[in-house]
C-alpha cells in the first residue's frame, strides 16, 4: 500500500536557519503530495502541495518540488523563525483524490531565538 | 476552506464509559473522515463517513468500539465505546475540500484522556 517516510526528529534549529525535512513516499500513480503543520495545541492545517511532477508547492516561504525520479518531497525554508515551531506531516493523496490522506511519523521542529 | 468545528475539545474520562464526539461544518460536504492521533504519533485512519451510507472502518478499528453516525452532510459523531487507557489520542475529524478533490481540512481535534 501507499506510504510516506519523513525524517525523524525533533530538529532543533536556530533563528535565521535553513530548514529542510525529508519526505519520500511509495505511492500507486501519481499522488498528490502535502505537507501539513500542526502548532502546539492546534489542529492540522494544509501547509503546502503538489499533484504533479516538478511541481513546486509554496506558503509561508515554505517551499518543497514533488521528484517523480526520487519521489521524494522535501520541506525547505531558508530562514525559520521562531513561529515556525510546530510538527510537519508529510502527506499523499491517492490518484484521483477523494480518498484519505496516507501520513509520515510527523517531525518536530523546534527554533530557538 | 471549509470551517470545522469539533465537541468536546478535550475530556478525562474514566475507564469502560463512552465518550461521543461530535464535528460540525460550515458547509455540506460528502466525504468526512475521522482520524487518531497517539501521543507523539502520526494521525490514523479511523474510518470514512459517507452520508446515507454505513462508514467503512480501516484495518483494526471496529464499528463496536467505534460507532459513527452521519446523519447529514454537514455533521457527525463518533463515539469511543468501552474505553480503555490505550483509547487516550487526539481525534480529528477532517473534510474534503469542495474545490479541490485531494485537499483535506481538519478540525482542531478531541484530546481524550482515559484514567
Known amino acids: 500500500g501507499d506510504s510516506v517516510t519523513q525524517m525523524e526528529g525533533p530538529v532543533t534549529l536556530s533563528e535565521e536557519a535553513f530548514l529542510t525535512i525529508n519526505c519520500t513516499y511509495t505511492?500507486?500513480?501519481?499522488?498528490?503530495l502535502f505537507w501539513y503543520v500542526q502548532y502546539p495545541g492546534e489542529g492540522l492545517q494544509l501547509l503546502l502541495k503538489?499533484?504533479?511532477?516538478?511541481d513546486k508547492g509554496s506558503n509561508k516561504g515554505f517551499e518543497a518540488t514533488y521528484r517523480k525520479e526520487t519521489t521524494s518531497f522535501h520541506l525547505e525554508k531558508g530562514s525559520v523563525q521562531v513561529s515556525d515551531s510546530a510538527v510537519y506531516f508529510c502527506?499523499?493523496?491517492?490518484?484521483?483524490?477523494?480518498?484519505?490522506?496516507?501520513f509520515g511519523k510527523g517531525t518536530r521542529l523546534s527554533v530557538i531565538a | 476552506s471549509a470551517v470545522i468545528s469539533q465537541k468536546p475539545s478535550r475530556d478525562i474520562c474514566q475507564r469502560g464509559t463512552s465518550l461521543t464526539i461530535q464535528c460540525q461544518v460550515d458547509s455540506q460536504v460528502t466525504m468526512m473522515f475521522w482520524y487518531r492521533q497517539q501521543p507523539g504519533q502520526s494521525l490514523t485512519l479511523i474510518a470514512t463517513?459517507?452520508?446515507?451510507?454505513?462508514?467503512?472502518?480501516e484495518s483494526g478499528f471496529v464499528i463496536d468500539k467505534f460507532p459513527i453516525s452521519r446523519p447529514n452532510l454537514t455533521f457527525s459523531t463518533l463515539t469511543v465505546s468501552n474505553m480503555s487507557p490505550e483509547d487516550s489520542s487526539i481525534y480529528l475529524c477532517?473534510?474534503?475540500?469542495?474545490?479541490?478533490?485531494?485537499?483535506?481540512?481538519f478540525g482542531p481535534g478531541t484530546r481524550l484522556t482515559v484514567t
Open positions: 463517513a459517507n452520508q446515507g451510507s454505513e462508514a467503512t472502518y
Open positions: 502527506a499523499l493523496s491517492g490518484l484521483g483524490g477523494n480518498t484519505p490522506l496516507v
Open positions: 477532517s473534510v474534503l475540500s469542495g474545490r479541490f478533490v485531494d485537499e483535506q481540512y
Open positions: 503538489a499533484t504533479k511532477a516538478d
Open positions: 505511492a500507486t500513480g501519481y499522488p498528490s
